[in-house]
């Protein structure tokens, strides 16, 4: 996995504080940082050379996007789903995911496919040379391209959303290649279903496209569970 360098970091966000919460975003969703894992600020003013008020904006900023938790007497972890949670936060963005399938006008004007395979390109190079951090920020850009095909922009912000709240369950999926090409190959398979007009094919694949990343989360869960002499009570772990 290739190290984010000063530069690389400047592109994503244009001051000091919005570049500190991507890389800490970064690091939580490729498993870098664990869940219930503690952040610190004494560690977080010394690694970005910030001051403490600009640190705990950096945190308040993070927990916004649901990636970090406050917690009494502890401060602030990086965010643990339980197993019901998993499964509400991916069941809700399957209803709002399909239903945006349900709803892009087809068919769609050919600038706006090529505009589409562009970026897709992109994520193509990125799995190709095993670039996590760039399959990440490429994959954030296919969908929003994807979902921007609406005529419906309060739909458009609702899954972008949601797909933000579950950033930190995907580290399984991105840090493992046969997860990252299964999902380039479905992202082509969402663009052919585009080309001929298949809403059927198009709404599947919305919808499988969503559980590699839920699953892969949940085996960490077990895993981690039996490690620590836990049980997650769910029918789909037993």
């Not at 003013?45 to 705990?56: D, P, Q």
Request: net charge neutral; glycine share 4%; with cysteine.
């Amino acid at each position: 996995m290739n190290a984010i360098t000063p530069d690389a970091l400047q592109e994503q966000a244009p001051d000091a504080t919005q570049s500190a919460v991507a890389a800490l975003e970064e690091d939580i969703v490729f498993g870098r940082l664990h869940p219930r894992e503690r952040l610190t600020e004494d560690e977080l003013m010394a690694r970005f050379g910030m001051k403490r008020h600009a640190v705990r904006q950096v945190l308040a900023d993070l927990e916004l996007l649901g990636v970090v938790e406050k917690r009494r007497n502890v401060g602030a972890v990086v965010r643990a789903f339980s197993v019901r949670e998993v499964m509400e936060l991916y069941a809700l963005r399957a209803v709002l995911e399909v239903h945006a399938a349900s709803q892009i006008p087809l068919p769609v004007p050919e600038p706006r496919l090529a505009a589409l395979m562009a970026v897709q390109r992109e994520h193509d190079a990125a799995v190709a040379d095993g670039d996590a951090r760039r399959v990440f920020r490429s994959n954030q850009r296919f969908h929003r391209e994807f979902f921007g095909l609406l005529d419906n922009a309060v739909l458009g912000q609702a899954i972008e959303e949601y797909a933000r709240r579950t950033h930190p369950i995907r580290f399984g999926s991105l840090v493992t290649a046969g997860h990252r090409e299964r999902a380039r190959q479905e992202h082509w398979t969402m663009i052919q279903a585009l080309r001929d007009g298949d809403r059927d094919a198009l709404m599947v694949v919305c919808r499988d496209h969503l559980l590699p990343s839920r699953d892969a989360y949940l085996a960490s869960q077990q895993a981690f569970s039996q490690t620590n002499g836990a049980y997650l009570a769910h029918p789909a772990l037993a």
